[in-house]
């Protein structure tokens, strides 16, 4: 959405633009482009990204500085950096393709890997350490309040049958698992999406504690945004979704934000087809009043 992102972020006071989600440093490349008086911190927590991206951005000197970090600690940053208030935040939110595509991390139910899913490999808990010690009920819930995953009783069922016989710790073998579970065959689904894709989705968000991160976020937001500085929102997930928007009402409530998205911006036809993950993103912004 990167006509979207330089809209939404045109009319922001000078100052320090906050990309809280660098990934390959393609939002933070086009917004030092854009704002040629702007600084731009971009955080992320993989190394990986954090070096592709400096590369990518090297030609803009000193108006670009990455940290790696989680932007749930953005307060501490900043006042860590010696910056005092931003005139712009930031998130594009999940996971970038390379991280998909890079097997090592164990985010595809399609290609054999390790059931790692942590984006920050400083972290200690896996999603194979989930899926081997989570009780059935928490299993079960843990996939029904992430991701909405109707069949999680019995995904959680089979996982604990299962594992009584060896650790799961492959992504193909618990892709193949919550196929059965669900009655499916993982070669010849029924649906478009595989049957895993939401079993994937829960275990990614519950490792790297999405949801907690970006609560944290927006909660730290208006006390880090400068007077007329805005922070825009990307996110993937009807969960994360609702959280920004109930975030952005109630600071509008409190007199804080301006909202500048009645519903939230979605992507053009013309990225949907091509970019397949663009079809289910919403951006939100709103403006520090
Ligand atoms: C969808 S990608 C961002 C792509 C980026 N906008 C670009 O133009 O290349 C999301 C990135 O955010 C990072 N990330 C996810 N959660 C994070 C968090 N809580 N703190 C910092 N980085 C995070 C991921 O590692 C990934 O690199």
């Known amino acids: 959405m990167a006509a979207e992102v330089l809209e939404a972020l045109r009319e922001i ?35 990986g990204n954090i070096a592709t991206a400096s590369a990518r951005v090297a030609g803009f000197g000193e108006r670009f500085t990455a940290h790696r970090t989680n932007f749930s600690g953005l307060e ?36 054999e890997g390790p059931l790692d899913m942590r984006l920050d490999d400083r972290q200690r808990t896996t999603a194979a350490d989930l899926v081997n010690s989570l009780s059935e009920g928490e299993l079960a819930d843990l996939l029904y309040l992430q991701s909405q995953e109707r069949g999680s009783r019995r995904i959680a069922k089979r996982i604990c049958q299962v594992r009584r016989q060896f650790r799961l710790n492959s992504t193909v073998m ?72 109930e975030s952005f009402r109630s600071n509008a409530t409190a ?18 087809r091509s970019n397949p993950r663009s079809r289910s993103a919403k951006m939100r912004v709103a403006e520090r009043v």
Not at 37 to 44: M, W
């Open 13 to 47: 006071p000078a100052g320090w633009i906050v990309d809280c989600t660098l990934g390959l440093g393609g939002h933070s490349q086009l917004l030092l482009e854009a704002h040629p008086a702007a600084r731009v911190l971009g955080l992320d927590v993989d190394a």
């Open 76 to 111: 501490t940053t900043l006042a860590e950096l010696g910056i005092e208030k931003v005139s712009a935040i930031l998130a594009d939110l999940g996971v970038s393709s390379n991280q998909i595509a890079d097997p090592t991390k164990g985010l595809s139910f399609d290609t």
């Open 174 to 245: 618990l892709a193949r698992l919550v196929a059965a579970a669900l009655g499916e065959n993982p070669d010849s689904h029924r649906s478009k999406i595989h049957p895993a894709t939401r079993t994937f989705m829960a275990l990614r968000m519950a490792v790297n504690q999405e949801t907690d991160s970006l609560t944290a976020l927006l909660e730290q937001a208006p006390r880090c945004l400068m007077p007329g500085g805005r922070i825009a929102i990307i996110s993937f997930h009807s969960v994360e979704d609702r959280l920004v928007k």
């Open 255 to 272: 007199g804080n934000y301006r909202v500048l998205t009645k519903k939230p911006l979605t992507a053009s036809e013309e990225e949907e």
